[in-house]
Each structure stands twice: as C-alpha cells, then as structure tokens.
T-cell receptor
C-alpha cells in the first residue's frame, strides 16, 4: 500500500518551453502533497505544499509563477515548470501525506522522481 | 524552526556486520515524529522506519531499529546484518504535528562492502 507514482520519469526540453510533472497516489487519498527539488549529492529541498482544492503554499525563494502547482483531486497533483531554463534542470520529487486524525500513521510516501534536463 | 543534523557524511560497513547512523534534531514542539528514509542509486525515497515522539519504545523493522533518546534529541538508526542492498543515502527526517512538513538532514552515504 501507499504507492505514489510520478510521470514522466525523465524529460529533456528546450529552453523556454513548459514541462508538466504529474504525481499520483495510487491506493490512497492524499489531502496534502509536497514537491521537492534535489540537487546532486544534496538533500531534499521543499518547494511547496499542495492541498487539494486550494492554492499551494510555496517556500521562501520559490517562484510561484514559475513553478505552478495544481492539486485538483485527492489523488493527483501537478507541477508545471514554466518557461524552463537550464538552471531549472534538477531532480523533482513529490510526496503524498497519509494521515489519520491527529498524528497516528502520519507519514509521507514518495514518488520515484522526475529528472528534468533543460537544454 | 526545526533542524536535523546528520554528522556522518559517509560511512562504510562490511557485509553482515552492524552499523549505526547518527541523527540529532531540534524542535520546540511536544508532538512530533521522526523518520529514516533510504535513497538508493535509483533515487526512489523509501521509508525505512518511523517513530512517534510520544512512544518510549524504540521502533524496529526487521533488521532496522532506532535508538530514540528524547531528552537528548537523538534518533540513531542501527542496521544489523548489513546487506549489499542497504547501500544508499540515508536521510533522517523530522515532522511536526502542525504543518505536516518534513525537515530533512543532509544525509549519510552508506556503502556496504562485500
């Protein structure tokens, strides 16, 4: 249980184009999903918190107009990198929160990640 | 603000031996939870073990166990009978009850040597 998929796993695009990454919780409903960015040999950096049916909350320094997040259903969140540039090349990971009332079973499960290369 | 510190950037262990990865943290919350995640070369983040702060008993999952010292704010991971498949980056993470966000340490790269 608690499987999260991410698509595509790898994408190469030209500078100036937009890229959409999908994150799906396959066997549970996720009211909250998170988007991370990971540079080589570094830890995960939280970009934004996505709640179903509401606007995403972005971390300081993350451009919300560049990284558009939509959480239209309890099983799907999308991250769109708009007008991508080479500096946006990175590994993007989503996670979905499994939570019950209070803190019981509060856990995040991660997607397999998307490697983005902008030429 | 929450912080997580992993003081061992790299470690190695012989196959079948035991290794302990260190993690210390700081939080002002009374209710929180701690995790160890594993990231193998595939880069898929895999949950290894979790611990609720209110539980005194240390969590165990097969060959993986933790030593949770709440007063010292320490949360170390012990891997017994190390296997080649344990080779990975290991991240310690802290979650608060309020925001549901996780704060990650910088990770420890573990190599299991045959």
């Amino acid at each position: 249980g608690a499987v999260v998929s991410q698509h595509p796993s790898r994408v190469i695009c030209k500078s100036g184009t937009s890229v959409k990454i999908e994150c799906r919780s396959l066997d549970f409903q996720a009211t909250t999903m998170f988007w991370y960015r990971q540079f080589p040999k570094q830890s995960l950096m939280l970009m934004a918190t996505s709640n179903e049916g509401s606007k995403a909350t972005y971390e300081q320094g993350v451009e919300k107009d560049k990284f558009l997040i939509n959480h239209a259903s309890l099983t799907l969140s999308t991250l769109t990198v708009t007008s991508a540039h080479p500096e946006d090349s990175s590994f993007y990971i989503c996670s979905a929160r499994v939570g019950l009332a209070g803190m019981l079973q509060e856990t995040q499960y991660f997607g397999p990640g998307t490697r983005l290369l902008v030429l | 603000a929450q912080t997580v510190t992993q003081s061992q950037p790299e470690m190695s262990v012989q196959e079948a031996e035991t290794v302990t990865l260190s993690c210390t943290y700081d939080t002002s919350e009374n209710n929180y939870y701690l995790f160890w995640y594993k990231q193998p070369p595939s880069r898929q983040m895999i949950l290894v073990i979790r611990q609720e702060a209110y539980k005194q008993q240390n969590a165990t999952e097969n060959r993986f166990s933790v030593n949770f010292q709440k007063a010292a704010k320490s949360f170390s991971l012990k891997i017994s009978d190390s296997q080649l498949g344990d080779t990975a980056m290991y991240f310690c993470a802290l979650g608060g009850a309020g925001s549901y966000q996780l704060t990650f340490g910088k990770g420890t790269k573990l190599s299991v040597i045959p």
